[in-house]
């Protein structure tokens, strides 16, 4: 079968980063009062700055299909696109239930021409998704060009705005007037940006590629309630139910396509059961840990650091800290697309050598996904 080439990588994060002390501001304050949760979470977030797709004057400027066009556009020129077979687009955030985000990036690419185009769905891992599918199409000689991106577009849903409606009914019903915490934690959480991945079946010309030796991914989903969702609430019993079952004025009131997690589900789960999967990985291809020469994590916050290196070490597979590189604190959570933005970064940091193998980890705490994938600079 073909080798598989990761040959250029771009991104697009738009406008001046935000500071902490400047997010409230872009999103806004709900019911014209400051959240109780905010300084606690950033403090353990550890994130010290992100990107909101929204300018000085507060307005909204790119949706989702637009900043994963900006990626795609610094990624290939209009000549190059013209040789491209595929086109793989994963996002948790969409501008639309349909048609699918991918097709609508493509009719943003005009004079494109046709090509496959896939909308892996899901949470963190569907630009994981999205790579797998383009390595396996070239890996296949399906395709000998494909690009790949993960992109979010956070912060239109995170706008005061949307939970105004629900204040109000609190306060009516003579209760506290604040959004729930699982509600008002992922806006301090979650960021805007797209990033962009061209794979083909020979490395590139000059400069540095990274061959894709494997992407292995999986699902807890059978073994745990659902953590994290949108469009749905939480029953009693775990199970979800669905905004088809909710009318107009109550998907209004309850905010119901607000993003909600289960802080005390994802504490609890997140960490172990990602490792227990990277163990029989490393097995399965006879790997150890001292091979591993960078290890970019996707991590929502920086408070899982600490445990993600006590959970590696206790199976075995240390990866001592300096080997380690994430661009949280700087750029945020951009859920699918954080594993290709970290790339990007240490690819242009001039700390790569020829031979280093890189390991790419991305867990999604929806319902306890996994996805890991490794790369060798060549």
Same mark, same amino acid.
């Given at each position: 079968?073909?080798?598989?080439?990761?040959?250029?990588?771009?991104?697009?994060?738009?406008?001046?980063?935000?500071?902490?002390?400047?997010?409230?501001?872009?999103?806004?304050?709900?019911?014209?009062?400051?959240?109780?949760?905010?300084?606690?979470?950033?403090?353990?977030?550890?994130?010290?700055?992100?990107?909101?797709?929204?300018?000085?004057?507060?307005?909204?400027?790119?949706?989702?299909?637009?900043? +994963?066009?900006?990626?795609?556009?610094?990624?290939?020129?209009?000549?190059?696109?013209? +040789?491209?077979?595929?086109?793989?687009?994963?996002? $948790?955030?969409?501008?639309?239930?349909?048609?699918?985000?991918?097709?609508?990036?493509?009719?943003?690419?005009?004079? $494109?021409?046709?090509?496959?185009?896939?909308?892996?769905?899901?949470?963190?891992?569907?630009?994981?998704?999205?790579?797998?599918?383009?390595?396996?199409?070239?890996?296949?000689?399906?395709?000998?060009?494909?690009?790949?991106?993960?992109?979010?577009?956070?912060?239109?849903?995170?706008?005061?705005?949307?939970?105004?409606?629900?204040?109000?009914?609190?306060?009516?019903?003579?209760?506290?007037?604040?959004?729930?915490?699982?509600?008002?934690?992922?806006?301090?959480?979650?960021?805007?940006?797209?990033?962009?991945?061209?794979?083909?079946?020979?490395?590139?010309?000059?400069?540095?590629?990274?061959?894709?030796?494997?992407?292995?991914?999986?699902?807890?989903?059978?073994?745990?309630?659902?953590?994290?969702?949108?469009?749905?609430?939480?029953?009693?019993?775990?199970?979800?139910?669905?905004?088809?079952?909710?009318?107009?004025?109550?998907?209004?009131?309850?905010?119901?396509?607000?993003?909600?997690?289960?802080?005390?589900?994802?504490?609890?789960?997140?960490?172990?059961?990602?490792?227990?999967?990277?163990?029989?990985?490393?097995?399965?291809?006879?790997? +150890?840990?001292?091979?591993?020469?960078?290890?970019?994590?996707?991590?929502?916050?920086?408070?899982?650091?600490?445990?993600?290196?006590?959970?590696?070490?206790?199976?075995?597979?240390?990866?001592?800290?300096?080997?380690?590189?994430?661009?949280?604190?700087?750029?945020?959570?951009?859920?699918?697309?954080?594993?290709?933005?970290?790339?990007?970064?240490?690819?242009?940091?001039?700390?790569?050598?020829?031979?280093?193998?890189?390991?790419?980890?991305?867990?999604?705490?929806?319902?306890? $996904?996994?996805?890991?994938?490794?790369?060798?600079?060549?």
């Amino acid at each position: 079968m073909k080798e598989v080439f990761i040959t250029r990588i771009s991104s697009f994060l738009p406008h001046n980063p935000i500071s902490n002390d400047e997010m409230e501001k872009k999103l806004g304050y709900i019911n014209d009062t400051p959240s109780k949760s905010r300084a606690i979470v950033l403090r353990n977030n550890g994130i010290k700055s992100r990107y909101y797709a929204i300018d000085e004057k507060g307005n909204f400027t790119h949706n989702n299909i637009q900043l +994963t066009h900006e990626a795609i556009k610094k990624l290939v020129t209009e000549e190059e696109l013209q +040789t491209v077979d595929l086109l793989a687009c994963g996002t $948790s955030s969409p501008d639309q239930m349909m048609p699918s985000h991918a097709v609508m990036v493509h009719g943003e690419m005009k004079g $494109s021409p046709s090509f496959e185009v896939v909308s892996p769905a899901g949470v963190c891992c569907s630009g994981m998704h999205a790579l797998k599918y383009a390595f396996q199409s070239i890996k296949l000689d399906d395709a000998q060009k494909a690009i790949c991106t993960g992109s979010e577009y956070y912060s239109r849903r995170m706008q005061s705005s949307n939970f105004v409606e629900e204040v109000e009914k609190l306060e009516e019903l003579q209760k506290n007037p604040y959004i729930s915490f699982e509600k008002d934690f992922l806006r301090w959480m979650l960021s805007d940006g797209a990033s962009a991945i061209l794979l083909e079946n020979k490395p590139a010309e000059s400069g540095l590629s990274f061959r894709v030796e494997w992407v292995e991914m999986c699902s807890y989903a059978s073994e745990f309630d659902t953590c994290m969702y949108m469009g749905a609430d939480k029953n009693s019993d775990g199970s979800l139910k669905s905004y088809l079952e909710y009318s107009n004025k109550e998907l209004i009131e309850e905010s119901v396509f607000s993003l909600k997690q289960d802080v005390k589900l994802l504490k609890a789960n997140i960490v172990t059961k990602g490792f227990e999967k990277l163990v029989t990985v490393f097995k399965k291809y006879n790997l +150890t840990s001292e091979e591993i020469d960078w290890f970019l994590p996707h991590m929502s916050s920086e408070f899982f650091r600490k445990p993600i290196a006590e959970a590696m070490d206790e199976i075995g597979l240390h990866i001592p800290a300096e080997k380690w590189f994430t661009n949280l604190s700087t750029v945020g959570n951009v859920g699918s697309a954080s594993a290709f933005l970290m790339l990007e970064e240490l690819a242009h940091s001039g700390k790569l050598k020829k031979g280093q193998k890189i390991l790419l980890g991305v867990p999604e705490s929806a319902r306890f $996904s996994y996805a890991f994938g490794l790369l060798t600079v060549c």
